[in-house]
Structure formats: structure tokens, C-alpha cells
């Protein structure tokens, strides 16, 4: 099913984000022992302002077909932030089951270095043209102030602090945990050691989260090849699967504490207990925290405890997000779920070196999108028995 | 300032279009009102607007005043090179919730807040300040 993947992560690249684009892909086809001219289906994810600085490229999944010499017969984009690149594998492998393509190409990534030396992120760029809108309601709140995405979850930390208790400690032993199992990934940009002093110590950007919380926004891109060909690869199938998309602007929610991976995750009513490894799209210390309760690890409010109790490293009984996550790798072009998707493949092909998850063959995967975590996609994918 | 009590404007709306009622929006911030609308069909009070009800869809909508008091739903304090401020959702007491800014010391999520308006890229909005 998922023939060829690849990752390639920049701090910063310097050229153009086509080329960056092909290596990604170049590399993925190559595992895979395909050829372009064995492609003939595209997902793509677009995200503003990171491709060479564009705000917009019109017909985008031409141009990416023009640069790398793809004729297809299925295309599509998915636009789902943090979630997108589990759901353009749940696509694509349903459009090679269906028998629409046979090879689907699924590209996520950016550079993220060319707005970041703005001081912009993809949620900001209104601030940088006027052609831009995050919502139809920005009349009536950018004028706040707001930092999202990071302002956002940080609204979301502080009533979760405030509700269930939760400590500014036990989200920094969350990102020091994932930090453990950052340290012998050779993905990994951040190997040093942590403490939750360090964390708590790094600047406070928006109360409560601090710097150390926060992924660091990245160059870089991951191709993920889904083929009904015969690949080097494990045989993965997905055991598991399921969207949620919420409408509402965050103050309109019953509450902001919940993420719609409550719904996602429990379309699929899969037994947890017979999941080897779990990796959950980390932007935020919170945001995983949300997650471990949302997909019913632990109920809500208790995830302080859950963090602090369990070994969740790459050798404990709950391993989380084993190659340390984006928190530690880092963020390609501000949002992607390329990482965990990436991580979660060198797991099941036992291929993670230094990092290894002992026998994985089932792994929980979960992205949120969205700067008001309007998207959550829920995936298991195993090693065919 | 004192607050104008509670009120209810009844536009005989049905099928009003956005920009009625974006225009009352300003009107109402330029007298110093905080507007709303409730969806007369299943009552669901909303800020952000729109020409009919997220939750059931009717475009029977009420454009409504509040009394301008609410409480702290949550909060974050934004630390920025320019200064630190305070990003926040409130509750309204009527029920529906809005972002806005908050002034004052001793902010936490329950504390009592009061609308005032003030201007921001050239027009005027609604912001908090504590009560008491």
C-alpha cells in the first residue's frame, strides 16, 4: 500500500521550494523502485505563503505536475492543516483500491524560512496582504491582537489549567519525555538534553505556553507513495480510520477543551490496548495532551497524571509520538502531518534507527487542524498479518 | 458610562442580508451598544455574524443589545516585542461568546468583565475591562 515515503527538513533551504519539493519526491519513488513515469495520481497540500513566498498558485496541482513531468488521471488537494497528510493517504489508498489510479503521489511541505523571516507564520498572513482572509468573521477579531495558532491553544492550556488542574509542569514533562525519544532519531533537529526547569524557564510567548512548547516552524517536505505495486516495503493496510470537521469559530463551541479527535477517533471504536505505538500531531505541548484524552487513552482532564505516570518512550508501555515528534524535528511549512505520518512508516517497516519500537506492527495516528483545531483525522495502520 | 438597558431590536428581519446586519454591528459599536443575534427559530445566540443560524439554519434572526457584562471563558497573556496583552474569550451573560481584549490586574477565567468601546484601525469595537 504505502510503496515509498520520505523526509526532507531544512532549518533553512536555499532553494527554490519546487526543487525542495522534487527532492522529496525523487527520494520516495526511489524507496519505492518506481519511476515518474510509473505516477499517475496526485494529493497535494497548499499551504499559503510557503511556496517561494506565493501567497496563491493558481491551479497549484498543475504546477506541481508541470515541475516534476506528472500526467495523472486522479488529482486532489486536501486542505486540512496538521491532518492533511493522514487523510491523502486514506485517499489515495482508496482511489488505488477503487482502481483510479494505480500510483498516487502524496506531497505535503513548504518552506516555511522565507514568511518566518517576515515575522509571519501561514495564520498571520493577513497581516501581510490584504488578499488574504483566515475567516469570514477577521472584522471582528484580528484587531485583538491574537498570536494564533499559538494564542489559540494557549486559550485552550489556560482553561484546561483551569478546569481539570492541569500544571504548567506536567506540560513540560510532556515535551521532556518526547524529547527522550528525539534523542537517538537521526530526523531529530533537537537531541540535547531537557528538563522541565529548561522549558519552564524558555520565554513565556502566550501564557502558559513557553518557546520550548512550541514547534519550530521548518524547510522541508515529505512524499508519501501509495502503489498496488510490489514494493520493498512492509505490507501495511489501514486497520482504522476517521475524520471530524468542526465548523464553529472556537468561542461558539461547547467548550474549547475538546478537539474534534473525540469524533474521529471513536467512528473507528478500535480496542487500544492493541496498539503498539501512538503518534499525535504535536504543535503544542497541549495539543498532544488533548489528543492522549480526546482518542480515549485517558478521560478528560486526567491527562496530567497520564503524562506523569506512564513511560511513553519508544521502550515504555505507551510509547507517544517515538521519534520525539514536530516538537523536535520540526514543523515543515507551519502545519503538517508529515512528521507523525513519517515517523509512524520507519516504525512499522522497522526502520527506525536508534528509536525502534520493539515489534511494532499497529500504530494509532492522529492530526488536528486548523489554527481553531477544526480538523481531526484518526488512522491505524498495521503491518498485514 | 452608564450601559443602556437590556434591549431587544426587532428588524422584522426575515432573510436580512449580511451587510444590514454587519452595518447594525457598527452602529451599535459606534453608540456604544454590544449587538448579537439570536436565531428566533431554535434560540441559539451568536456573535460572529452571519444571514442565518450555524446551528439550525433559519434566517428568522433577531439582531439583539447585550447588557455588555460577562465573564472570563479563558485568557492568554500575549508577550510581544511591541508589549504584552491580553487575548481573551468572554462569556457573555446572555450566553454567547466573543473575543476581545481585557484590561486590568488580576485576570482569571470566571472574573467578572464590562464592555467598553474603543477605536482600532479607524473604527470602534468592543473591549473588556474587569468589573469591581
Redo the contacts between chains.
Keep these: 500500500m504505502i510503496s515509498g515515503f520520505s523526509s526532507c527538513v531544512y532549518k533553512s533551504y536555499p532553494g527554490s521550494t519546487f526543487e525542495l519539493m522534487e527532492e522529496a519526491v525523487s527520494k520516495a519513488l526511489e524507496m519505492a523502485n518506481l519511476s515518474y513515469n510509473d505516477v499517475d495520481g496526485l494529493l497535494a497540500t497548499y499551504l499559503p505563503g510557503t511556496f517561494d513566498e506565493k501567497v496563491h498558485l493558481h491551479f497549484f496541482t498543475n504546477q506541481v505536475r508541470q515541475y516534476l513531468g506528472i500526467k495523472a488521471r486522479f488529482i486532489d488537494t486536501i486542505d486540512f492543516g496538521g491532518a492533511s497528510a493522514l487523510a491523502m493517504v486514506y485517499r489515495a489508498y482508496k482511489a488505488v483500491k477503487a482502481g483510479e489510479a494505480d500510483t498516487v503521489l502524496c506531497i505535503i511541505g513548504g518552506k516555511a524560512s522565507g514568511i518566518r523571516s517576515k515575522g509571519l507564520t501561514v495564520d498571520s498572513l493577513d497581516r501581510y496582504t490584504n488578499d488574504v482572509s483566515l475567516t ?2 477577521d ?3 484580528r ?5 494564533n495558532p499559538v ?1 489559540d491553544y ?3 492550556a ?2 484546561h489549567a ?1 478546569l481539570y488542574g492541569t500544571s504548567d509542569e506536567s506540560r513540560a514533562e510532556l515535551a521532556v519525555k518526547q524529547r527522550y525519544n528525539a534523542k537517538n532519531n537521526p530526523y531529530a533537529l533537537y537531541k540535547n538534553d531537557l528538563s522541565v526547569k529548561d522549558v519552564l524557564s524558555s ?7 513557553h518557546l520550548l512548547e512550541i514547534v519550530y516552524p521548518v524547510d522541508g517536505f515529505h512524499c508519501f507513495v501509495v502503489s498496488k505495486r510490489n514494493s520493498p516495503l512492509y505490507k501495511l493496510d489501514i486497520l482504522g480510520y476517521g475524520e471530524a470537521h468542526w ?6 463551541l461547547q467548550d ?1 477543551v475538546q478537539t474534534p479527535a473525540v469524533e474521529s477517533s471513536r467512528e473507528m471504536a478500535y480496542d487500544l490496548s492493541k496498539v503498539d505505538a501512538f503518534e499525535l500531531y504535536d504543535s503544542f505541548t497541549i495539543t498532544v495532551m488533548l489528543q492522549i484524552e480526546d482518542i480515549g487513552l485517558v478521560e478528560k482532564g486526567k491527562v496530567a497524571k497520564f503524562v506523569e505516570d506512564k513511560d511513553i518512550s519508544y521502550k515504555g508501555e505507551v510509547p507517544i509520538n517515538t521519534g520525539g515528534g514536530s516538537l523536535n524535528c520540526g514543523q515543515p511549512a507551519y502545519m503538517s502531518g508529515g512528521i507523525i505520518l513519517h515517523e509512524a512508516l520507519l516504525q512499522l517497516n522497522s526502520m527506525a534507527q536508534g528509536h525502534q519500537v520493539d515489534g511494532a506492527k499497529k500504530i494509532f495516528l492522529n492530526g488536528i487542524g486548523g489554527w481553531n483545531r477544526s480538523h481531526s483525522v484518526s488512522l491505524i495502520l498495521g503491518v498485514r498479518e | 458610562m452608564e450601559q443602556e438597558p437590556f434591549r431587544i431590536i426587532d428588524l422584522g428581519c426575515k432573510g436580512m442580508n449580511l451587510k444590514e446586519i ?1 452595518d447594525f ?1 457598527y452602529m451599535s459599536f459606534d453608540k456604544g451598544s454590544l449587538p448579537y443575534i439570536c436565531c428566533e427559530a431554535c434560540g441559539n445566540k ?5 444571514s442565518l443560524c ?1 446551528k439550525c439554519h433559519s434566517k428568522q434572526l433577531r439582531l439583539c443589545t447585550s447588557t455588555g457584562k460577562g465573564v472570563i ?8 516585542k511591541e508589549g504584552q ?1 491580553i ?3 468572554i462569556e457573555m451573560n446572555e450566553g ?6 481585557v484590561e486590568g490586574k488580576n485576570v ?3 472574573n467578572e468583565v464590562q464592555v467598553y468601546f474603543s477605536e ?2 479607524g473604527r470602534n ?1 468592543p473591549f473588556f475591562r474587569l468589573l469591581g
Design positions: 469570514p468573521f472584522d471582528f477579531y484587531i485583538y491582537g491574537d498570536m494564542s494557549a486559550l485552550v489556560m482553561r483551569k520565554p513565556l510567548i502566550s501564557e502558559p505556553l465548523q464553529a469559530m472556537p468561542p461558539e474549547i | 454587519v454591528y451568536f456573535y460572529y455574524p452571519r450555524p471563558f479563558s485568557y492568554t497573556r500575549i508577550n510581544r496583552l487575548y481573551a474569550i454567547f461568546r466573543m473575543y476581545s481584549n482569571d477565567i470566571g482600532a484601525r469595537y
